[in-house]
């Protein structure tokens, strides 16, 4: 099967933003906004991944309906959703942005991942490759500011830290390049939402 990469031409500014969107939700569309918007990006394209190598796959939705999910949630000329991971084969991240590297050599890739997620990147394959592959924007998430600035990989990236106020520039910087961007939060999260939801064979109360 050949790939099939949304709509890009050279020299766009695309922001990547991975997960398993399990379920989409507006804290996704909120960093998608943010990143638009303060990094001068393009576009961006939501990776909806086949399974999070870190995470348990027991709770996991089916591809095409967390695809087709986030379609709903987040559509429109400047965000795609793609599922291009299970198209190539790709279970890590550095495998993804290492092909797309070769794929679209020309386009301004940035990666884009919330602040709880710094705190455990240290744990990523490979983690300082994808940092000389890709410029990094983090968003910071409730509850974990401090605690993501003081992780591991922050630590090791902070020579390259690049100060918020240059975010305009950042899709443009050679890598290794990282930034931790503030702005509006979100407390939603993936994990709390399928916690509050119905169990299969629930219904809902009469009405009053």
């Not at 999910?69 to 550095?94: H, K, M, N």
């Not at 997620?117 to 744990?123: E, M």
Request: net charge positive.
């Amino acid at each position: 099967m050949i790939a099939r990469l949304p709509p890009f031409t050279p020299g766009m500014r695309i922001g990547l933003l991975g997960g398993s969107f399990n379920p989409p939700h507006e804290g996704h569309a909120l960093v998608t906004r943010l990143a638009l918007t303060r990094l001068g990006l393009d576009r961006v394209w939501w990776l909806v991944t086949p399974g999070n190598p870190l995470k348990s796959q027991a709770e996991l939705a089916a591809l095409a309906e967390r695809v087709e999910a986030a379609r709903r949630l987040f559509g429109g000329p400047r965000v795609s959703i793609t599922d291009i991971e299970a198209q190539i084969g790709a279970r890590y991240t550095y495998d993804t942005l290492a092909w797309l590297a070769r794929r679209a050599p020309r386009v301004r890739f940035v990666w884009l991942m919330g602040a709880d997620n710094l705190r455990q990147f240290h744990l990523w394959r490979h983690w300082r490759a994808i940092a000389d592959l890709t410029p990094i924007a983090v968003v910071d998430r409730p509850g974990s500011t401090l605690s993501a600035m003081s992780s591991r990989a922050a630590v090791a990236l902070g020579p390259w830290r690049v100060p918020e106020r240059d975010a305009l520039r950042l899709a443009d910087l050679p890598p290794p390049a990282f930034l931790f961007l503030h702005g509006p939060r979100s407390e939603l999260s993936s994990t709390l939402l399928r916690r509050s939801a119905p169990a299969a064979g629930d219904e809902p109360p009469p009405d009053p």
